[in-house]
């Protein structure tokens, strides 16, 4: 079995001072065995955080990238940047990003392929609308975003962590059931797994985005498919995301 992976994402939240408290409870704290923690905070606390952890085993990402690696692109910063800092990961085709800065498979892929190129493992954001589902179009929709914007990395897509978002699910009060998020992940990993069917087909990480909290976290985890989680609001306070990550141990 792969290494399960709870990956928190910030968002434009947190000051220097909780940012720093939480990543030194996070530092340590005695994380589940097999469990990889990634945070993506605002980058301006990148430098001090990282400083902060120390060598308590937390990873970090940038929670976008260009996929351009210098350039007259104002507010933006490259995947190679974000590698020259220290970063490991970073986050691309988020819903937000996908919404309110109008970004297309196209884009998303070219941002993939520059984060792999400098050595980032990319997190490639998936997911349809609430329009999407009640028309029985979960699956079409998925299946288009998969070949347009992660299919054409063919083998490479091993080194890729899918993440589920169901939109629908995220922010609304509602949340996907854990047989819901079983049936979309086990579709993900087979499609990625006939993309690359030289590949095992456990070797595609999927993780789930849809607002997790520690009340749903351990039913999820009981599902095949599901290899951990993208965590937005409750990987701001300790307790909640701890409790999360505990969850996703191979022990739950």
């Known amino acids: 079995m792969a290494r399960r992976m709870v990956a928190g994402n910030w968002k434009m939240n947190m000051v220097a001072d909780s940012a720093k408290e939480l990543v030194r409870s996070l530092s340590v704290a005695d994380a589940p065995c097999g469990v990889d923690i990634v945070l993506f905070p605002p980058l301006i606390w990148l430098r001090e955080l990282m400083s902060e952890a120390g060598d308590g085993g937390l990873y970090f990402g940038g929670q976008d990238c260009h996929e351009a690696d210098f350039g007259a692109f104002t507010g933006d910063i490259s995947a190679r940047m974000l590698s020259v800092a220290g ?109 690359a069917p030289d590949q095992d087909v456990q070797d595609f990480p999927i993780l789930y985005g849809g607002s997790v909290k520690p009340a749903n976290a351990a039913f999820l985890m009981e599902q095949p498919d599901i290899d951990g989680f993208l965590v937005g609001g409750a990987s701001l306070e300790f307790e909640s995301f701890w409790a999360i990550i505990k969850a996703a141990g191979v022990d739950g």
């Open 87 to 195: 970063c490991s990961h970073v986050i691309v085709g988020h819903s937000e990003r996908r919404k309110f800065h109008g970004e297309g498979d196209a884009r998303v892929l070219a941002k993939a392929r520059a984060a792999l190129e400098h050595g980032l493992i990319p997190i490639v954001c998936i997911g349809e609308s609430l329009e999407n589902r009640e028309r029985g179009e979960t699956f079409e929709h998925l299946g288009r975003q998969l070949d347009a914007g992660l299919v054409p990395l063919g083998d490479d897509l091993t080194r890729v962590i899918v993440a589920y978002e169901p939109l629908w699910a995220i922010g609304t009060g509602r949340t996907a059931t854990p047989e819901q998020a079983q049936e979309v992940h086990e579709f993900l990993r087979g499609r990625l797994h006939a993309a």
